[in-house]
């Protein structure tokens, strides 16, 4: 009797880990490998991410009112008269790409500046808030450069905005359900903008990443030289 060994499904031997900074899908919470396949952006909101067009259309239903509350933001920018506040009418859209294209680094810089590795339950008291300026005649990489970096009280954030709040409290009661210690805030600002960059994190145990006092500088680096390819440092031993 032929053995149906090919039949049967083999789960791989090493299960892909959840790492910070890379992107997750809203809806199941897959992290994206982006050489293998690119996560898609909500066209909505530009911030909510999914791994495929199902996830994208079962979240829908509850992903619809804090979508159109981050559209409404964006379509409102574009209504304002060009100002110091609001230096060009795609300033939201330039800053959401901003924030998607340097997720990886804005995240490390925010483990960094909250000191998540000694410290976990900062998360839940700080917020990092990355302030940019605008360079008008810069190219897509180089329009924004770091005017500066504060740690501020994480209700900052949330008080101003009960259904960025919800958001971020879904995302927290999610992370820990999972096994990590909640979801580090990031706020990019840019004039009269804003964007908030919620970033689930790992479990102490899982993190690798060294500890830096110069994310500041790494961070301005960067930016400033318009790279994209930034990867953390991790020489201790994962466990
Ligand atoms: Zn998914
Ligand atoms: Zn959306």
Sequence with gaps: MAPAAANYYT?????????????????????????AQKFRLCGGCL????????????????????????????????QQPISAAYPDENLAKYLRRFTSTHASLLGW????????????????????????????HGESLFRFSIAGTRIVPRSYVTSHDPLVAADID??????????GIGTLVILVQCGGISQVMPVEVDPPSKITWDSRDDWAEVLRHFVESGRTDFKPISTTARG
């Design 11 to 35: 789960p791989p031997a090493h299960p892909p880990q959840k790492q910070r900074g890379y992107r997750i899908c809203d809806t199941c919470g897959a992290v994206e490998n982006p050489t």
């Design 47 to 78: 911030t909510t991410q999914y791994c495929s067009p199902e996830c994208q259309k079962s979240h829908w239903p509850s992903h619809k009112t804090i979508c159109q509350h981050t559209a409404a933001q964006l379509s409102g920018v574009k």
């Design 109 to 136: 810089a925010g483990f960094q500046a909250l000191q998540l590795k000694r410290i976990p339950a900062n998360i839940r008291q700080s917020a990092l808030l990355i302030e940019l300026s605008y360079n008008p």
């Design 170 to 179: 879904r995302r927290e009661e999610r992370c820990r359900k999972s096994g």
